[in-house]
T-cell receptor, first 113, second 114 residues
Framework: GQQLNQSPQSMFIQEGEDVSMNCTSS?????WLWYKQDPGEGPVLLIA?????ELTSNGRLTAQFGITRKDSFLNISASIPSDVGIYFC?????????????FGGGTRLMVKP | GAVVSQHPSRVICKSGTSVKIECRSL??????MFWYRQFPKQSLMLMAT?????????EQGVEKDKFLINHASLTLSTLTVTSAHPEDSSFYIC??????????FGNGTRLTVT
């Protein structure tokens, strides 16, 4: 299926630094979701965004649903070693078709203590 | 919170054999479940959408006769990889829709075909 354009593909940062990643699409989504995946496990939902322009925080994580509904970003402030993992954005188009998710290619985050 | 249990977490099988993976929603009813495949260092790719009591809808390029999906109840969907080959080795993940737009993921199954 179609993927969202997620960038960067990978990041290697120092502990304490802030992190920013984003996803863009050529088409509109009605819901944007951000997941984190640890090795060998399924994705875990971090933040869900349901409204264009919405800015939502979850602890050190902040995500925004773009006004055009074609993009979203995720920021992580003051990174810590346990933030290591792969972060995926995902979009949902609507309430029909079972709410199928379209995923971005992922951002692999590595944190140096 | 809602939990999706996927079993087994790891399986090794010989080429030519079949493997069944189960996906259960433990505390909610899921009329729709999704099956994904994930190759190393890649994103999740949707294989099929499974609706309770009806045939699964497969994504383009996914062989329905090879990846058999059965969603016999509101809490269980199964994926059977038939006549598995080494190129089927992958990480398979299911998710279940809990009403509205909430979707919960299983922990995945690592399939290795030797």
């Amino acid at each position: 299926g179609q993927q969202l354009n997620q960038s960067p593909q990978s990041m290697f940062i120092q502990e304490g630094e802030d992190v920013s990643m984003n996803c863009t699409s050529s088409s509109i989504f009605n819901t944007w979701l951000w997941y984190k995946q640890d090795p060998g496990e399924g994705p875990v939902l971090l933040i869900a965004l349901y409204k264009a322009g919405e800015l939502t925080s979850n602890g050190r994580l902040t995500a925004q649903f773009g006004i055009t509904r074609k993009d979203s970003f995720l920021n992580i402030s003051a990174s810590i070693p346990s933030d290591v993992g792969i972060y995926f954005c995902a979009g949902q188009r609507g309430n029909n078709a079972g709410n199928m998710l379209t995923f971005g290619g992922g951002t692999r985050l590595m944190v140096k203590p | 919170g809602a939990v999706v249990s996927q079993h087994p977490s790891r399986v090794i099988c010989k080429s030519g054999t079949s493997v069944k993976i189960e996906c259960r929603s433990l505390d909610f009813q899921a009329t729709t479940m999704f099956w994904y495949r994930q190759f190393p260092k890649q994103s999740l790719m949707l294989m099929a959408t499974s609706n309770e009591g009806s045939k699964a809808t497969y994504e383009q390029g996914v062989e329905k006769d090879k990846f058999l999906i059965n969603h016999a109840s509101l809490t269980l969907s199964t994926l059977t990889v038939t006549s598995a080959h080494p190129e089927d080795s992958s990480f398979y993940i299911c998710s279940a829709r809990e009403g509205g737009s909430r979707v919960h993921f299983g922990n995945g199954t690592r399939l290795t075909v030797t």
